[in-house]
């Protein structure tokens, strides 16, 4: 059997962003394949797979038995980060969440784990929210990655500590790490983006209340800026 097999793009994105590191927490398990991907592949020594539920647990103990790395990869019930132990591990992956709830889970120990040098996170919504938490609360987003699944489109941040300033509002919704790599799935998104904020200014276009206005104003502003982004990429 072969882990390859189970991995789809947005897990190898995942993966590929924790590159090698010596111990990591999966935070949010569910099969462990993650974990087990990396272990398998000699990219980290161990590995601990975390749920706050214990069907997804005994998922990831069977998958774990399946590649014989019982030894390697330990699972345990943990509501986020909370029964890990600070010097466990140097990396965290939480992915498969909301980004309200990822950056919950990060707040919650971020100050009682020091040892962790890096978060890979992978929030499925509230994108924006999670690179504005990172920033204000001490992070430096090092890296960003995109990933296409199923017609639906998946951002991975690399951050670790440190200063990071956001420079611009367009930064909080493209990263800006993807447009300095020219990620190759960085126009279909930024084309999403627009007609998402073009639906939006759409359905408002018959309000006459003060505050959708300026809600409309803000949106005209965001495609504008979105739409000189979207120029940048065809001269790619």
């Known amino acids: 059997?072969?882990?390859?097999?189970?991995?789809?793009?947005?897990?190898?994105?995942?993966?590929?962003?924790?590159?090698?590191?010596?111990s990591l927490a999966d935070i949010g398990?569910?099969?462990?394949?993650?974990?087990?991907?990396?272990?398998?592949?000699?990219?980290?020594?161990?590995?601990?797979?975390?749920?706050?539920?214990?069907?997804?647990l005994t998922r990831a103990d069977e998958n774990i038995k399946r590649f014989n790395l019982s030894d390697k990869i330990k699972t345990r019930l943990s509501d986020g980060l909370e029964k890990l132990c600070d010097n466990e591990v140097d990396t965290v992956v939480i992915a498969g969440m909301g980004g309200i709830l990822i950056?919950?889970?990060?707040?919650?120990?971020?100050?009682?784990?020091?040892s962790v040098k890096r978060y890979i996170l992978q929030p499925m919504t509230a994108i924006e929210e999670t690179?504005?938490?990172?920033?204000?609360?001490?992070?430096n987003i090092v890296?960003?990655?995109?990933?296409?699944?199923d017609e639906k489109i998946y951002t991975?941040?690399?951050?670790?500590?440190?200063?990071?300033?956001?420079?611009?509002?367009?930064n909080l919704l493209i990263g800006k790490h993807l447009i300095k790599k020219q990620d190759k799935i960085l126009p279909?998104?930024?084309?999403?983006?627009?007609?998402e904020y073009e639906k939006a200014t759409s359905s408002m276009k018959n309000s006459t209340s003060p505050e959708?206005?300026?809600?409309?104003?803000?949106?005209?502003?965001?495609i504008s800026e979105l739409k000189k982004l979207q120029e940048e990429c065809r001269k790619w």
């Open 1 to 22: 059997m072969n882990i390859d097999s189970f991995m789809t793009p947005r897990l190898l994105a995942v993966a590929d962003m924790v590159g090698d590191c010596k």
């Open 131 to 139: 690179r504005k938490y990172l920033a204000e609360n001490g992070f």
């Open 188 to 195: 279909e998104l930024i084309s999403g983006k627009i007609y």
């Open 143 to 149: 890296d960003e990655t995109l990933a296409k699944e």
């Open 156 to 170: 991975v941040i690399c951050a670790e500590r440190g200063k990071m300033i956001i420079e611009n509002e367009i």
């Open 29 to 56: 398990t569910d099969h462990a394949y993650v974990p087990v991907y990396l272990v398998e592949k000699k990219r980290a020594e161990s590995a601990i797979a975390m749920d706050i539920n214990e069907g997804p």
């Open 212 to 222: 959708i206005k300026e809600k409309q104003e803000h949106f005209a502003f965001l």
């Open 103 to 114: 950056n919950s889970i990060v707040e919650s120990h971020k100050d009682r784990l020091t």
